[in-house]
Structure formats: structure tokens, C-alpha cells
């Protein structure tokens, strides 16, 4: 059909809230070294057009909110270029809880430098 598929959109958001986590100096991998995974509990993905095939995708994620277990973000995917020409065309948008556990999986706390960056 020459679209992406849906399901091909949800590594795209966990590569946006890497990337974010990332641009406050942390890895992911820091904070599973430190015994803190961000795993997902709600998923919503509002899909406006479609993805084509060579279409160079942004995905833009911001932090919304959350408590001291959970962290919320929104997600806007746009397009970009197509075709070779320069486009700015939203064609989905995406919402995400994480709840904080423990490497056993128990509900834990989040850090409180994290807390602190989710509050900005």
C-alpha cells in the first residue's frame, strides 16, 4: 500500500522519549544501571494521514505532567519532506503514561532529578 504501518509508529515514540531523556545528559541505559526502568501503562495514538514510504518523519515529545511514580508525554509525528520537497504536515499524534519500577517490577519511585526534569 505504500504507508507505513501502524504498529511501526510506536518504536517512533520510544525513540522521541529516548532522545529527550537523552538531551538532559541521561541515557536510558544510566538509568536501568541505577535499577529505575520507565516501563508503559496507557498507549493512545490518534492517526490523522498516512505515513508514506520515504517520507522523512519528525517526532516531536514534550513531557505533560505525571507524579511521583509516572511520567506523561504527548507526541506530535509530522512529515517533514516528501518527495524530496520540504513539508510540515502533522499525521499523528500520540500520548503515553510511564509508570517507574524496579528491576523486579515493583512500583517504585521516580528520581527525584528526573521528577525535577518533568516539572519543566
Given at each position: 500500500m505504500g504507508v507505513a504501518h501502524h504498529a511501526s509508529y510506536v518504536p517512533w515514540?520510544?525513540?522521541g522519549r529516548t532522545e529527550l531523556l537523552r538531551a538532559t545528559g541521561v541515557s536510558y541505559r544510566t538509568l536501568e544501571s541505577?535499577?529505575?526502568f520507565l516501563v508503559i501503562v496507557k498507549l493512545d495514538v490518534?492517526?490523522?494521514?498516512?505515513?508514506?514510504?520515504?517520507?522523512v518523519v519528525e517526532v516531536r515529545t514534550r513531557v505533560?505532567?505525571?507524579?511521583?511514580?509516572?511520567?506523561e508525554h504527548e507526541?506530535?509525528?509530522?512529515?517533514?519532506?516528501?518527495d524530496g520537497e520540504a513539508?510540515?504536515?502533522?499525521?499523528?499524534?500520540?500520548?503515553?503514561?510511564?509508570?517507574?519500577?524496579?528491576g523486579e517490577g515493583r512500583?517504585?519511585?521516580?528520581?527525584?532529578?528526573?521528577?525535577?526534569?518533568k516539572a519543566k
Amino acid at each position: 500500500m505504500g504507508v507505513a504501518h501502524h504498529a511501526s509508529y510506536v518504536p517512533w515514540l520510544e525513540i522521541g522519549r529516548t532522545e529527550l531523556l537523552r538531551a538532559t545528559g541521561v541515557s536510558y541505559r544510566t538509568l536501568e544501571s541505577h535499577g529505575v526502568f520507565l516501563v508503559i501503562v496507557k498507549l493512545d495514538v490518534r492517526y490523522r494521514r498516512p505515513i508514506r514510504y520515504d517520507d522523512v518523519v519528525e517526532v516531536r515529545t514534550r513531557v505533560v505532567g505525571g507524579s511521583r511514580v509516572k511520567i506523561e508525554h504527548e507526541y506530535e509525528l509530522v512529515v517533514v519532506e516528501r518527495d524530496g520537497e520540504a513539508k510540515e504536515e502533522a499525521v499523528a499524534a500520540a500520548a503515553t503514561t510511564l509508570a517507574c519500577v524496579d528491576g523486579e517490577g515493583r512500583v517504585r519511585e521516580l528520581p527525584g532529578w528526573l521528577v525535577a526534569e518533568k516539572a519543566k
